[in-house]
Every structure is written in structure tokens, then in C-alpha cells.
């Protein structure tokens, strides 16, 4: 079974604080992808990474930075947490080849910023 | 530009009756489609994909989806609901062949299930 894990399913920081989401996959992946949830909204890719050291922005990578030192681990960072970074943060690996497209999803990371 | 419309925000269903949930998607080639589940405070299960054959596509837990072309709909069906259906689901396109590594989500219907 593929694994996608993140390193908090709760966490509450407190405004300007450096906040760090890690996101550990097993697969071998190439690719993985940070979301952010909202009501309403649906899911929002922040950033994603295609190989090690590799990365791009999504639609809304303000105010977030990224890290891929190894294959199997994304991390994102939120450098000065504000209170609009409340969300669910979700993390997804994926293969860019061969039949087996899809995302596999981490539980989720339930982020509240007082 | 690519997009995924997914026109039904809430759908309520009593136990045991029919479900269809619509997604209609805007792509300028065939593209792979995905249909996710999401409980809540968990993250995403695929429910099923599709990218090439069978239009007619079976996943998990009774679930299926057509695909039709012409209609550039991907809508997802399940014959008889369980009380245990009552999630979120999100259908989805990619990746993208426009160079990146991009997948598309629509904004999620929220199924409640009535007893």
C-alpha cells in the first residue's frame, strides 16, 4: 500500500510564528504536491516538486516556502504563520509515468493560527 | 483554460436510493480523470480514474463513472447509497501535459445520506 504521511494531523501556532509541515511518501514518487482546503473552495496546489531540489509554484505560494532535500520528503514552511493560514493542509505524492496517474493523499494536517 | 465543474455543492440522498454526481470538465484533449472520496478531518481516497478503454470505469466500494466525450462529463454513480457514503467527493483531471505536473479539482460536492 502506498503511504503518504504528514508529520501533525492537529497543530495551533500562534501569528508570526515559522511553521514547519513535513510529508514523508514511500513510493518512490517523483512528484508531490502541497494543497491547502477550504470551505468552498476545494483544494489549492501551493507547491508542488518533480524531482530532489526541484520545485514550482502553484496557485497560491504567498506567504509559504518549500523543501525537497530527499525523494521521499516534501516539507513546507510557512515563514510568519498568519491567521489566514488557518486550513487543512494536504499532502499527495504521485508518478509522472506508466498507467497509475492519481494522487495519493496524505491524512491531512488540521493547521489553526491564533 | 482547463477547469472541472463539479454543479452540485450538497446532495442529500436517503439510505438505499440511487446516487449520481456530476463533472463535467474543460480540456483540450482526453485527459485522465479521478473521483476521490473524503471523509471528514481525512485526507483523499481515490474512489476510481480513468484514462484510456472502457468508458465505463467500476471502483471501489460499488462506485462507477462514465465517461462521455461529447459531454465532457465524468459523472459518478452508485446503484444503492450507503449511510457510510456520507462524504465529500471531488472529481479531478491531470496531470496536465502543458509541461507541468498539475492536476485540477472541482470544489466538491458534500453528500449527506438520510437514514
Known amino acids: 500500500d502506498v503511504k503518504v504521511t504528514q508529520s501533525s494531523r492537529y497543530l495551533v501556532k500562534r501569528t508570526g510564528e515559522k511553521v514547519f509541515l513535513e510529508c514523508v511518501q514511500d513510493?518512490?514518487?517523483?512528484?508531490m504536491f502541497w494543497y491547502r482546503q477550504d470551505p468552498g473552495l476545494g483544494l489549492r496546489l501551493i507547491y508542488f516538486?518533480?524531482?530532489?531540489?526541484?520545485?514550482e509554484k502553484g496557485d497560491i505560494p504567498e506567504g509559504y516556502s518549500v523543501s525537497r532535500e530527499k525523494k521521499e520528503r516534501f516539507s513546507l514552511i510557512l515563514e510568519s504563520a498568519s491567521t489566514n493560514q488557518t486550513s487543512m493542509y494536504l499532502c499527495?505524492?504521485?508518478?509522472?509515468?506508466?498507467?497509475?496517474?492519481?494522487?495519493?493523499f496524505g491524512p491531512g494536517t488540521r493547521l489553526t493560527v491564533t | 483554460a482547463q477547469s472541472v465543474t463539479q454543479p452540485d455543492i450538497h446532495i442529500t440522498v436517503s439510505e438505499g436510493a440511487s446516487l449520481e454526481l456530476r463533472c463535467n470538465y474543460s480540456?483540450?484533449?482526453?485527459?485522465?480523470l479521478f473521483w476521490y472520496v473524503q471523509s471528514p478531518g481525512q485526507g483523499l481516497q481515490l474512489l476510481l480514474k480513468?484514462?484510456?478503454?472502457?468508458?465505463l470505469v467500476q471502483g471501489i466500494k460499488g462506485f462507477e463513472a462514465e465517461f462521455k466525450r461529447s459531454q465532457s462529463s465524468f459523472n459518478l454513480r452508485k446503484p444503492s447509497v450507503h449511510w457510510s457514503d456520507a462524504a465529500e467527493y471531488f472529481c479531478?483531471?491531470?496531470?496536465?501535459?502543458?509541461?507541468?505536473?498539475?492536476?485540477?479539482f472541482g470544489t466538491g460536492t458534500r453528500l449527506k445520506v438520510l437514514a
Open positions: 516538486s518533480y524531482d530532489v531540489k526541484m520545485k
Open positions: 480540456y483540450g484533449a482526453t485527459p485522465y
Open positions: 479531478a483531471v491531470g496531470p496536465l501535459t502543458s509541461g507541468t505536473y498539475k492536476y485540477i
Open positions: 480513468y484514462f484510456s478503454g472502457d468508458t
Open positions: 499527495a505524492s504521485s508518478s509522472p509515468s506508466g498507467r497509475d496517474r492519481e494522487q495519493y
Open positions: 513510493m518512490d514518487h517523483e512528484n
